[in-house]
């Protein structure tokens, strides 16, 4: 094993040119550092240094050990400026609607995780409805939710807006069934609220065949000609066609809000740092949305 001691020595004899001012740059006697090179040979098994009056020159064996010995204490100094940063390693608990969650990993949470190696960021997902139910009972330091309503004042801050349309699959007849077969995100998640809230009796009825929180689960339903469902207009793809919710006689859907709550109790730093990433970031995410739809 090579010990960082004997290979501080080694690049301090290179460096210098001769054992003296080595011994002084490190501040040990010159025959230390004579032995801990001797040492160094010995683990080795090969000469490391050609010494003369002018001073020593590395053989071979020694310009091979040099890379290696650059290397290793780069390692060895980042390791212990690592783990003295993080002898207190904070966790933030964030929540995320489940049908988004790649979106945010592709735009910023892995940007968060790369930069922020001594916080341990706990990401959990779920619909909106849970997630504003946890976030008050402890659960979460940050969500983002989505919601039919702005966040009032002081109670949650608006990111961007959401567009979710009716789809039925392209040349599909689901749509056509006297009573509409669909597929719903699970209870306590708004827009599944907003369809039976909005759903009057002079309206064709329903059947929710297909309950989940996955929206790929959603769109293979609707590809397939098995169900209707309320697409964020980001996933809707060329198998599937908007339908009219006037012309079909089912519940319109409004926008939907993204938006940012907080747990004011547990506030630091380092979740300001990922508030801040968050806001920088979701501009993007609505702008994507419309150049969804508009392609």
Excluded at 7 to 16: N, P, T
Excluded at 57 to 82: P, R, V
Excluded at 164 to 181: D, L, N, Q
């Amino acid at each position: 094993m090579l010990k960082i001691e004997l290979l501080e020595s080694f690049i301090a004899v290179v460096e210098c040119g001769n054992l003296s001012k080595a011994a002084e740059k490190l501040c040990r006697t010159q025959s230390t550092i004579s032995l801990q090179i001797k040492k160094l040979e010995e683990s080795v098994g090969k000469p490391l240094l050609l010494r003369d009056n002018k001073g020593v020159t590395m053989t071979d064996a020694g310009k091979t050990l040099l890379n290696y010995a650059y290397k290793m204490l780069q390692l060895s100094s980042q390791a212990i400026d690592e783990l003295k940063d993080c002898q207190n390693r904070e966790v933030i608990r964030l929540g995320v609607p489940t049908d988004y969650i790649n979106r945010y990993l592709g735009s910023f949470l892995l940007e968060f995780i790369r930069e922020f190696t001594c916080i341990e960021l706990v990401i959990d997902t779920d619909v909106s409805g849970n997630l504003y139910k946890r976030l008050h009972n402890g659960e979460f330091d940050v969500i983002v939710a989505t919601h039919w309503q702005t966040p009032a004042a002081g109670h949650g801050e608006l990111l961007f807006e959401r567009r979710f349309h009716w789809v039925a699959a392209k040349g599909g007849s689901a749509h056509k069934r006297e009573t509409v077969p669909m597929a719903l995100y699970p209870e306590n998640c708004p827009i599944r609220a907003q369809v039976f809230a909005n759903h009057q009796i002079s309206m064709r009825p329903m059947s929710v065949l297909l309950s989940t929180p996955s929206p790929t689960a959603m769109c293979m339903a609707v590809e397939n000609d098995l169900v209707i469902a309320p697409i964020a207009e980001f996933r809707i793809n060329d198998k599937m066609q908007i339908i009219d919710p006037i012309e079909h006689n089912i519940p319109p859907l409004p926008s939907f809000n993204e938006s940012l709550y907080i747990n004011p109790e547990t506030q630091t730093a380092a979740t300001n740092q990922l508030i801040n990433l968050i806001k920088a970031n979701v501009q993007g995410l609505g702008e994507v949305n419309k150049a969804q739809m508009l392609g």
